[in-house]
């Protein structure tokens, strides 16, 4: 079986500060996810990417940048964090065009 | 733009009863409705989806599709306390840069031994 793992597990930043969160997947899936997670607010997505090298915006994308350099790699920065934020954020990966999502377990994120 | 909306926000039942949770969505033409399970510290797993409108049976779990009235509805029979967790209902979207999900907030389900 594959797995989905996402680095680091927690992460504290100040505030300001640029973080980058990586997500590694051995499925071979070509579409990778990055949702924000809230309490009360659901999942909500950040960017996507169809294949490697590729970028999709989705309703959240403002203040984030994602780079999708290999198949099974993708990585999410948060590129000023928000003072007292805090937040869960999913990655995801499914075979192209099928919504059966594998998550991972998440990064759990506080700005202090 | 895709909205996704889940009742109740929480819901107790005892053990061995049945759960029931709704969801309702806003665009009839969406493609298929999936309902994921998310327990604590972990991120969520896919449950059961539906396409076509009618319903869909997998284990103690029944999935009602009503395309007309924008509506779907997860059913587990025989609820057990390992069932608590939160459910996530999403819908799939399919548009020319690829397929998406959109989430509702979710049902947090406390099953009572």
């Known amino acids: 079986g594959g797995i989905i793992t996402q680095t680091p597990k927690f992460l504290i930043g100040q505030e300001g500060q640029k973080l980058t969160l990586k997500c590694q997947q051995n499925f071979n899936h070509d579409t990778m996810y990055w949702y924000r997670q809230d309490s009360g607010k659901g999942l909500r997505l950040i960017y996507y990417?169809?294949?490697?090298?590729?970028?999709q915006k989705g309703d959240l994308s403002e203040g984030y940048d994602a780079s999708r350099e290999k198949k099974s790699s993708f990585s999410l920065t948060v590129t000023s964090a928000q003072k007292n934020e805090m937040a869960v954020f999913l990655c995801?990966?499914?075979?192209?065009?099928?919504?059966?999502?594998?998550f991972g377990s998440g990064t759990r994120l506080l700005v202090i | 733009q895709e909205k996704v909306q889940q009742s109740p926000e929480s819901l107790i039942v005892p053990e061995g009863a049945m759960s029931s949770l709704n969801c309702t969505f806003s665009?009839?033409?969406?493609?298929s409705i999936w309902w994921y399970q998310q327990h604590p510290g972990k991120g969520p797993e896919a449950l059961i989806s539906i396409f076509s409108n009618g319903n869909k049976k997998e284990g103690r779990l029944t999935v009602y599709l009503n395309r007309a009235s924008l509506h779907v509805s997860l059913h587990i029979r025989d609820s057990q306390p390992s069932d608590s967790a939160v459910y996530l209902c999403?819908?799939?979207?399919?548009?020319?840069?690829?397929?998406?999900?959109?989430f509702g907030i979710g049902t947090l389900l406390s099953v009572k031994p």
């Open positions: 995801a990966s499914s075979m192209a065009g099928n919504s059966d999502y594998t």
């Open positions: 999403a819908v799939s979207t399919y548009g020319s840069s690829g397929n998406k999900l959109i």
């Open positions: 990417s169809i294949t490697e090298n590729d970028l």
């Open positions: 665009n009839s033409a969406s493609q």
